[in-house]
């Protein structure tokens, strides 16, 4: 069909590779055959012709690069290359398209920087190449595509700075640059934006304070700055925003008051200023916020009544925990004190009855209603002296989470109360670096203590860099990372305070037949997930970026709702700063990356390693033992066998999508355990392929490991 100029095949359930003879066909316009389950290469002479107007592949399964007939095609006007696996260099693979008006790469594995190329498709309204591996700055030059409506770069290496120069851009709707590493501050510009809609900043490093000018983003609908280093004040202009209904502030460093206007967002449905150190009450305004629906202001220090609306009223304890002194009716939260309000009644009443006694009876009444008064003042004033006892005590304990401080006496003595000197019923487990008890504080508060044990409180002689160390971990803001509250130092012991965590390790659990069943496939998939965001976090979002160095089933729990918690990161450099011999103090044999036989240089090429052990250890309820050394060695007997067949057998086998995600995983934890550090994947890359996933290629009940060894993780 050599004069064909039309096929579309789009939503089928089309398999297998796209037969050579298409390569044939020079004059297609619309060549449209997305959403299948194709693989194999694309064809190269696609648009050989010049003809090629719509171009859509996108959700298949193609590799290999983007077909050289395409960097030349001036024709194109619309292209959807998503969700794929297509490799090669961006700014070399495309060129000058003055017809093009949609193009999205999302999904796939490009590299490359980004060009001014694209800045002479001047009728380009579109531009997606989020969850990609593109690098370097955002270029200034993308403000003159004047056009422009929605511009999406997240999910990728970029760099540098916000261009200010894309304050020209003034269709814009979408502006999405989250999971960057993005740094300086928000330009002031982004209020030219006057129809934006959607702004995503999120999971960069971006610093200094949020610009008041967004309130001229009269339009906008969702905000999210959340997981940056934003500080200042919330500016009370974001009120003005009257459209918003996603306002995400989350895991930043802003202080201050929460603003009277946010009162004013009427149709805001998703409220989360958790993980800064905003204070104060949260204000009456917000009872006008009756669409709310999602409500987080955990991990701050706000105090006194949560608002009388919906949203949270049925907050869970969660949402509103570690605080400095919310009151409310939400389960786990202490009740709002009224008696103050009841007093002041009973006092006007009391007033009134007595002027009538007194009338009537003026004689007898002077004086009883002087024993009567002086009764009330002495009782009153024993309850003012109780409230202030109860409230110094409670700030008391507030105090050490808040404050890194080493003169740990008053904080000792507290711990060894709660503790009963440590006695074992508040035993909750042991690692590397120290036993670890339960605290419950008079303030109703809990904290995990970890006792360091005399040995290594010893090489601990420098206390400055010591609290620096501490400070970097305590800033720490990641919701799938045990929170470090502080140091405490004493003469007998030191203590690290950490956020208590319900249901203990995932080595602990595994271990427990009954609670082994109870964590499902569904939970087991998503502690893995979150393991490895918290895990891409510390490497590529902090900085300076953190190893963990010794990642193990014992240092990963587990909350209420299975949400896992990464602990003790740091903690090696943090307790032996000079040691060279990394694996002789915090390696865990077992979990131990091979190449640290011969360097003591641990990288975080030694984590992705732990963490496939880990995956494995989580599939198959137990340490996957053999089959690590089996992965790369010369005999890999073991890896024949089936996948079905190492599960653990105490979950029914996974069926549907479970047995789809299994794959996957098991298939990206070998991936991780290569002996070579430079061909594993990188914990990004990992946490990206987590969140994408397709329809598998091998059936479960007959797939081996060493069939989804081949895999590589990638063809999921």
């Not at 995400?248 to 201050?256: C, K, P, V, W, Y």
């Not at 709002?336 to 009538?356: D, E, V």
């Not at 400055?464 to 003469?491: D, T, W």
């Amino acid at each position: 069909m050599a004069n064909l100029t039309w096929l579309g095949l789009n939503d089928n359930n089309f398999l297998g590779s796209l037969p050579p003879e298409i390569n044939k066909i020079v004059h297609l316009s619309f060549f449209e055959i997305a959403d299948n389950a194709l693989e194999g290469q694309l064809p190269e002479n696609i648009c050989l012709g010049g003809s090629l107007q719509n171009f859509a592949v996108a959700n298949n399964h193609f590799t290999g690069h983007i077909p050289k007939s395409l960097r030349n095609c001036t024709s194109l006007v619309r292209a959807r290359l998503e969700g794929n696996k297509l490799t090669g260099n961006i700014t070399e693979a495309f060129g000058i398209y003055p017809q093009l008006n949609f193009i999205d790469l999302s999904h796939n594995y490009l590299h490359g920087e980004l060009s001014w190329k694209w800045e002479h498709c001047r009728n380009l309204t579109s531009l997606r190449i989020s969850n990609n591996n593109i690098s370097s700055e955002i270029p200034p030059i993308f403000g003159r595509m004047a056009q422009l409506q929605v511009l999406d770069l997240s999910s990728n290496n970029l760099s540098g700075k916000i261009p200010r120069e894309l304050g020209s851009l003034q269709l814009l709707l979408d502006l999405i640059l989250h999971n960057n590493g993005i740094t300086g501050d928000i330009p002031s510009e982004i209020g030219f934006f006057s129809r934006l809609e959607h702004l995503n900043l999120a999971s960069n490093n971006l610093s200094g304070a949020i610009p008041p000018q967004l309130s001229l983003c009269t339009n906008l609908l969702s905000l999210n700055l959340s997981q940056n280093k934003i500080e200042r004040s919330i500016p009370p202009e974001i009120g003005n925003a009257r459209f918003l209904s996603v306002l995400d502030l989350s895991q930043n460093l802003l202080t201050g008051r929460i603003p009277p206007d946010l009162g004013k967002l009427r149709v805001l449905e998703t409220f989360n200023i958790s993980h800064n150190d905003l204070s104060g009450t949260i204000p009456h305004s917000f009872a006008d916020l009756l669409a709310l629906t999602s409500v987080d202001v955990s991990y701050n220090e706000l105090e006194g009544p949560l608002p009388n609306v919906k949203a949270f009223k049925e907050a869970p304890f969660e949402a509103v925990q570690h605080n400095k002194g919310l009151c409310g009716n939400v389960s786990g939260l202490q009740k709002c004190n009224i008696s103050n309000m009841s007093k002041k009644h009973n006092r006007h009443s009391g007033a009134r009855i007595l002027i009538i006694l007194v009338l009537s009876f003026l004689g007898f009444l002077v004086l009883s209603s002087s024993l009567i008064f002086l009764a009330i003042v002495n009782r009153c004033q024993r309850k003012v002296i109780e409230r202030e006892r109860n409230a110094q005590t409670e700030m008391n304990d507030l105090d050490f989470l808040q404050i890194l401080s080493f003169d740990g006496k008053i904080f000792y003595e507290r711990i060894v109360e709660a503790t009963e000197g440590f006695d074992s019923k508040y035993y909750l487990g042991e690692g590397a670096y120290g036993v670890v008890y339960r605290a419950d504080l008079p303030s109703g508060r809990t904290v995990a203590v970890k006792k360091i044990p005399s040995s290594q409180e010893d090489v601990i002689v420098d206390i400055i860099p010591f609290e620096r160390e501490i400070e970097a971990l305590r800033n720490i803001r990641h919701r799938n990372i045990v929170k470090l509250y502080g140091f405490c130092s004493h003469a007998r012991h030191c203590f690290l305070v950490y956020e208590y965590v319900e249901r203990g390790s995932l080595r602990t659990i595994l271990h427990d037949d009954e609670r082994a069943t109870e964590f499902g496939w569904d939970k087991r998939i998503n502690m893995v997930r979150a393991v490895a965001d918290a895990l891409s976090y510390m490497h590529y979002d902090c900085f300076p970026p953190l190893i963990h160095r010794d990642l193990t089933s014992n240092n990963i729990l587990l909350d209420a709702d299975y949400e896992a918690r990464v602990s003790d990161f740091g903690m090696a450099r943090l307790l032996r700063p000079d040691s060279t011999n990394w694996t002789a103090i915090a390696g865990t044999v077992g979990y131990i990356a091979p190449e640290l036989a011969y360097s003591n240089i641990p990288t975080e090429k030694c984590d992705v390693y732990s963490f496939g052990v880990v995956v494995l250890e989580t599939i198959m309820g137990k340490h996957p033992g053999d089959y690590v050394s089996s992965v790369f060695s010369s005999t890999q007997s073991k890896l024949q066998t089936p996948l079905k067949d190492v599960l653990d057998q105490r979950l029914s086998p996974p069926m549907n999508r479970d047995a789809q995600h299994i794959m996957s995983v098991a298939a990206l934890a070998l991936a991780c355990l290569q002996t070579n550090p430079q061909l594993r994947l990188t914990m990004t890359q990992v946490s990206r392929e987590l969140q994408v996933q397709a329809p598998p290629v091998l059936p479960f009940f007959g797939v081996t490991l060493e069939q989804l060894r081949h895999l590589d993780g990638r063809n999921f």
